[in-house]
């Protein structure tokens, strides 16, 4: 997907009628185009801004049935949750998605352990009795003891025992990317920085999108007989391009994350813990841990939600009920937010395949999907085919990405098995190759290729040592990537992963991606300004009171590509 892949994309995507525009580049419009491509169905699909630069790069990074939703008694969701977990991890994206031990801290004995464990025994059963569980460990008791042996940072007041299960987490921006790619794979146009303007219309019918090329200029046209808006939160300002009244409407829910260094928690396995609004996960994250979740109303700026000093401490107070060393803010290395699209639907009728996401069909020709979770991404975008294909004037193939690995799968395990030759053979670490199949899978020849060509592209970036330089030529030569922020937040989490940010990897950074993307020096300098410009108002839109006030601080950086 590089600079030569989009081009052609926009071009072909101009040429001839598709049978699916995908409008939205999210983990649901890329789960959608794989879909449809793989149906064998001409697609195509496009993305205002960069792959996954939504929700869908700024979640808690888990791949989880969702233990809460088994205290709503919604069964049914939560076992196709599991189903879908135990998918991506045994079959279709074995080295993206990763096993993680979680902690339960008890606080009441008796009755807790018998309730909570209730729970958990029951999600491990649902979990085995999709026919995808049996990569996972059961759930076990743990007494106070053995629970501060797995997590001796915990405070030992703070439990009078525990329970230990399973779960599993994604570099979710990274998904995405994969997604994309393997939908590219199956024949599908992938074009970001490419946003819809306007719908075409014959009568009621909609017939195709008019799309602008934020990177090159101008406007064209694309014709297709079914477009899907799978925008997420943006759905309904997506809607209010054919002034018609929605069926449901999306509401935003603010989550904010903190990203610290591993070593200022004590502890072998992740945490769950309860807050008197949900819960809060303290989730392995390489060398680090991913402190989160808020849940709060959010109607400004879509684009960059912020975080503010209240959220921040929020998450502050409450993790350090528990811990022996508290955390201050001088231990947090990074800050994210990121928006839930919730579903606040006019009647039940709108929701028409379950509690948790809709497919509606506003006007022919038009597919809206919209809500759920990302775990179930594959559904939802099964779901959306289904729909689209009704408007089809032939007979389509059924769903069959339950038997497609994502690009990296095939022949992961036996690359895995051979990783001490691939050191070996490339002089780096084991440690290192072993990082790098863990983002890329089968496909690490690929970046290995570009270190045989330019052995100076084996070593780390020096402010940012978890990445070689050759992953961030790889991100713009084949995943999409156009621009700094693209690298260091997405394509890398080195934005939330250094204290600094990303700015002192950030000239370097650009440098190496103008060998790929024909930078001349007067766009790396802009590219870097442009970064810090953002950093500075992320931090100083964190040291604000409240929503309104952060807000105003966030968007004091305007976007590298204005919209």
């Known amino acids: 997907m590089g600079p030569a892949e989009r081009a052609e994309s926009l071009a072909r995507m101009a040429e001839r009628e598709l049978d699916i525009l995908v409008v939205g580049g999210g983990v649901v419009g890329a789960g959608t185009v794989l879909d449809a491509a793989t149906r064998g169905l001409t697609t195509g699909i496009v993305e205002a801004r960069d792959w996954s630069s939504g929700t869908s790069s700024r979640s808690s990074k888990l791949i989880h049935g969702g233990l809460r939703y088994l205290e709503m008694l919604d069964f049914a969701l939560v076992r196709e949750a599991l189903k879908e977990r135990g998918l991506l991890l045994g079959r279709l994206a074995p080295h993206l998605v990763k096993p993680v031990p979680f902690l339960y801290p008890l606080q009441h004995k008796g009755w807790e352990r018998w309730y909570a464990g209730s729970g958990v025994a029951l999600y491990d059963a649902m979990s085995l009795s999709s026919g995808y569980g049996r990569g996972l460990p059961v759930h076990r008791h743990l007494s106070r003891r053995r629970a501060l042996r797995v997590a001796p940072g915990l405070k030992k007041e703070a439990l009078v025992g525990a329970l230990q299960y399973y779960d599993a987490s994604t570099d979710d921006a990274r998904f995405v990317s994969t997604l994309v790619r393997t939908a590219v794979a199956y024949g599908a146009h992938a074009a970001n920085r490419a946003r819809v303007v306007g719908f075409l219309r014959e009568g009621e019918r909609v017939v195709g999108a008019r799309i602008e090329d934020l990177e090159q200029g101008g406007e064209f046209e694309v014709r297709a007989k079914q477009v899907v808006n799978a925008t997420g939160v943006w759905t309904d300002d997506t809607q209010g391009l054919i002034a018609e009244r929605g069926q449901f409407h999306v509401r935003a829910s603010k989550g904010i994350h903190l990203v610290v260094p591993k070593d200022r928690i004590n502890s072998s396995s992740g945490l769950i813990l309860r807050t008197e609004k949900s819960v809060l996960f303290v989730i392995p994250w390489g060398r680090h841990w991913i402190v989160g979740t808020t849940d709060t109303d959010w109607d400004l700026d879509k684009a960059h939600p912020a975080a503010s000093s209240a959220d921040i401490d929020y998450l502050l107070e409450h993790v350090n009920t528990v811990l022996t060393t508290p955390l201050t803010r001088d231990d947090v290395q990074g800050v994210y937010a990121g928006l839930r699209p919730l579903l606040a639907g006019e009647s039940d009728a709108t929701s028409k395949l379950s509690r948790e996401h809709t497919v509606a069909h506003p006007v022919p020709g038009l597919v809206v999907v919209a809500g759920g979770k990302y775990t179930t991404y594959r559904v939802m975008a099964k779901d959306a085919v289904d729909e689209a294909v009704r408007g089809l004037d032939r007979r389509v193939a059924d769903c069959c990405t339950e038997d497609v690995p994502l690009a990296g799968a095939e022949g992961y395990s036996a690359v895995w098995n051979a990783r001490a030759r691939i050191a070996a053979r490339t002089g780096l670490h084991v440690a290192r190759v ?90 790396i300098k802009k590219e870097v300004e442009h970064y810090e410009k953002r950093v500075e108002a992320e931090r100083e839109s964190q040291r604000q009171p409240d929503d309104q006030a952060a807000d105003a601080a966030r968007l004091g950086a305007p976007d590298i590509v204005p919209l």
Not at 455 to 468: H, I, K, S
């Open 434 to 523: 072993e990082h790098l199949l863990n983002r890329y899978g089968s496909l690490v020849d690929e970046v290995l290729a570009l270190v045989t060509a330019d052995p100076a592209l084996g070593e780390p970036l020096p402010a940012a040592d978890d990445y070689l330089k050759a992953e961030i030529v790889y991100a713009c030569s084949h995943e999409g990537a156009r621009h700094l922020d693209d690298v260091l937040t997405r394509r890398t989490r080195i934005s939330i992963e250094t204290f600094d940010r990303g700015t002192r990897s950030a000239r370097e950074c650009a440098e190496l991606m103008a060998t790929v993307l024909d930078w001349d020096e007067e766009q």
